[in-house]
């Protein structure tokens, strides 16, 4: 009977070191990738404005040089000016704009709504592009433009801005046609788990209750069942924030191996910072109670019936 009992107590156990694994997993992605302001909290740290540069910007340039080299040689300068300047007035839109797409790919991929669609104007785009453009040929022309009559300039500068403006569609579209046409089973079947994740969360919470109790009325003793879960929760919490500490590291290291822009790398340690500090403070805070546990189960009074 005796060792029924302890083989009871060790299942039992082992099973709420399993469901406090899974469910500090679980707990990360419902505070983090799950979490909607959570990603919106780290896209407004983002540099979008240096990330623009490097991605689109300096090939838009060139693209745009090539439209307008015949007409004014030598003014790829300017044209960097005014991109640089349109996306950073456009920083805030862009930054609204993309919060309102992660909420809605978040009520999409848990299932609060069954089809994405967010569609976006482009009119804030070309009106801040045309202005920038204006502003920047008519404040610092190039020669030959300088030296045009001003109503030659201002027609010029006029064709200009419409012909940038045209090439820029009247909206935009975010739906699951943006999504690769072989990633599309992928994407079902993320959604499938992520709504088995939404149900094991209160599942895991009733487990490592119940695994708990058992093993209180197992023991049958205060002094046996605080030695016991104290040492299952600190074995634990000391486990799970070595793993921890090991995957920022090795993350860490191979960051610069990823080939990803300046502006990215410099924002990823921050983003996994915020990534990794919910279940930092949840594996820290089941070692400080596995402690208290421990402590009460040394000084508990002797006095009480044998197990």
């Not at 060792?3 to 992605?29: E, K, Q």
């Not at 745009?64 to 007035?89: H, K, R, V």
Request: aromatic content about 8%; hydrophobic content about 45%; some cysteine.
């Amino acid at each position: 009977m005796q060792f029924l009992r302890g083989l009871a107590i060790s299942l039992l156990s082992f099973i709420l070191f399993l469901c406090l694994s899974t469910f500090s997993v679980v707990f990360m992605l419902n505070q983090t990738i799950l979490n909607p302001d959570f990603i919106t909290s780290q896209l407004d740290e983002l540099d979008l404005s240096s990330l623009a540069k490097e991605l689109v910007i300096d090939q838009v340039s060139q693209d745009l040089s090539q439209q307008i080299a015949g007409q004014f040689p030598g003014a790829e300068p300017i044209l960097n000016e005014i991109l640089n300047d349109t996306m950073a007035d456009l920083e805030p839109w862009i930054k609204e704009k993309a919060n309102e797409m992660v909420y809605a790919t978040y009520d999409y991929m848990v299932g609060n709504t069954q089809s994405l669609s967010v569609n976006v104007s482009l009119d804030p785009v070309k009106d801040t592009l045309a202005a920038n453009m204006r502003a920047a040929l008519l404040d610092s022309p190039p020669p030959q433009l300088a030296l045009a009559p001003p109503e030659m300039r201002e027609m010029i500068v006029s064709g200009i801005e419409q012909g940038l403006t045209q090439q820029i569609p009247p909206s935009f579209t975010f739906d699951e046609s943006q999504f690769p046409t072989e990633s599309r089973g992928t994407i079902d079947q993320v959604r499938q788990y992520l709504g088995y994740a939404q149900t094991a969360y209160p599942i895991l919470i009733g487990l490592m209750v119940l695994a708990m109790l058992l093993i209180v009325l197992l023991h049958r003793s205060v002094k046996g069942a605080t030695r016991n879960l104290g040492g299952t929760l600190l074995t634990y919490g000391i486990l799970g924030y070595g793993g921890i500490l090991l995957s920022q590291y090795l993350i860490e290291t191979q960051t610069g191996s990823f080939g990803l822009p300046a502006a990215l790398q410099s924002w990823l340690p921050q983003f996994l910072d915020g990534l990794w500090a919910p279940i930092q403070t949840f594996n820290i805070s089941v070692a400080i109670a596995g402690v208290v546990l421990i402590i009460v189960s040394i000084v508990y009074p002797k006095n009480e019936p044998a197990e």
